[in-house]
């Protein structure tokens, strides 16, 4: 499965940004689907998962400002009341055996996200 995100970029702090994945073949195949993000010097980390029901999951720090939906094909995220430290790159990942995206297996190349004024 190839996944190719885009809609990364520059935004204020306060602002409102969303990104999406693009999967080569139906994401309801796929057990569960998500985001992380990576910042310099830290480990990658689950922003948001949604399964195969539907049923969604966020990281605390993102809780009630993103917000995590699929199609057929996508996968989006939408991100609300922006803050500096959600700058980071964010990854599309898709997971065939857990259902939120415990241990990714596809990987896109990342789009870079950056909360700056």
């Known amino acids: 499965v190839q996944l190719v995100e885009s809609g990364g970029g520059l935004v204020q702090p306060g602002g409102s940004l969303k990104i999406s994945c693009t999967a080569s073949?139906?994401?309801?195949?796929?057990?569960?689907m998500g985001w992380y993000r990576q910042v310099p010097g830290e480990r990658r980390r689950l922003v948001a998962g949604?399964?195969?029901?539907?049923a969604t999951k966020y990281d605390d720090a993102v809780k009630g400002r993103f917000i995590i939906s699929r199609d057929r094909y996508t996968v989006h995220l939408q991100m609300n009341s922006l803050k500096p430290e959600d700058t980071a790159i964010y990854y599309c990942?898709?997971?065939?055996?857990?259902?939120?995206?415990?241990?990714?297996?596809?990987w896109g190349q990342g789009t870079q996200v950056s909360v700056s004024v």
């Open positions: 990942v898709g997971d065939p055996a857990t259902v939120f995206v415990s241990t990714p297996v596809f």
């Open positions: 073949e139906e994401i309801f195949r796929i057990n569960s």
């Open positions: 949604i399964n195969f029901s539907g």
